[in-house]
């Protein structure tokens, strides 16, 4: 029977958007209310099945493995919050690896070769924290690989043209339940020439067989990128697109990661500090 309990999540770039700040405090460690970013897709990782998750990072980012590992002095504080965290460090075993030279999404994940160790893998990408405490995002992903019988999925929602050009978009013929055999993808096409509106969106369940398409795929200025070796793959193995339900919080983006910010303090115990503040705040707007 199929399974996927393996994770590799790439969370090796620079955070240039976030500067001067991830000069010091990678990206994925800027948290998100009281966690850090990284913190809520292990948790989703882990809640669709993961029972290993290899994280890529870069010669920066240090504090990475230092968080998702046991530290005696905190451990001793008998803080709750430092109790959570452990509970979910005990929970799936933890990897690392350094991608030297960033030359794509592709090359981060060809990193996860030995790790994936013949295996099938989901893939959730460090820019994205997708809310969906019921069915997590990659958890759907999974079911629509097994669903498929071990085929290649690309996690997508629909965005307007103006969105969309920032990300793979899918072009396919028809969609049940979700599902969509994917006939072409473009990795930011043209607004002129978008295919349709469903996008790639930073999450996929991969097959072990997409290494050697990674390892064959073009540089594409300077880069290998994921998106093009699924589309190699297309007119062979095939590969699916699941329109997945849940916000997606694009994170990257300064806007998006404020977004997450106020959402995510309203599902917490702050809620009613925090809409009272909103409410007030909207008055004087």
């Given at each position: 029977m199929l399974s996927v309990t393996k994770a590799v999540i790439p969370a090796a770039g620079l955070g240039t958007r976030f500067l001067p700040s991830t000069k010091a405090v990678p990206k994925e460690m800027m948290t998100i209310v009281d966690k850090p970013t990284l913190?809520?897709?292990?948790?989703?990782?882990?809640?669709?099945?993961?029972?290993?998750?290899?994280?890529?990072?870069?010669?920066?980012?240090?504090?990475?493995?230092?968080?998702?590992?046991?530290?005696?002095?905190?451990?001793?504080?008998?803080?709750?919050?430092?109790?959570?965290?452990?509970?979910?460090?005990?929970?799936?075993?933890?990897h690392f690896t350094t991608q030297k030279v960033l030359n794509g999404n592709g090359s981060a994940i060809l990193l996860a070769k030995d790790f994936a160790n013949g295996e099938p893998f989901s893939v959730l990408f460090g820019d994205d924290i997708i809310y969906n405490p019921a069915y997590p995002c990659t958890k759907q992903l999974v079911d629509a690989f097994i669903k498929t019988g071990g085929k290649t999925i690309v996690g997508c929602q629909r965005r307007e043209p103006i969105e969309a050009i920032k990300y793979g978009v899918i072009s396919y013929d028809s969609m049940t339940e979700r599902l969509a055999k994917i006939e072409d993808i473009v990795e930011k096409p043209p607004i002129e020439e978008l295919p349709s509106d469903l996008c790639s969106l930073g999450r996929f369940v991969l097959p072990y067989s997409i290494f050697d398409a990674l390892a064959a795929t073009p540089l594409d200025r300077g880069e290998i990128i994921l998106a093009n070796a699924i589309r190699s793959i297309l007119k062979t193995t095939g590969a699916y697109a699941y329109e997945f339900e849940g916000i997606r919080y694009d994170i990257g983006d300064k806007f998006g990661f404020l977004q997450a910010n106020v959402e995510y303090a309203l599902r917490s115990p702050m809620k009613d500090k925090v809409t009272s503040y909103l409410k007030e705040l909207a008055t004087k707007l």
């Open positions: 913190h809520y897709i292990v948790e989703e990782a882990i809640l669709s099945g993961a029972k290993d998750i290899l994280i890529i990072v870069n010669d920066g980012k240090e504090a990475i493995p230092a968080y998702f590992s046991p530290h005696k002095i905190y451990d001793a504080l008998g803080k709750k919050a430092i109790e959570e965290l452990n509970d979910l460090l005990s929970s799936v075993r933890f």
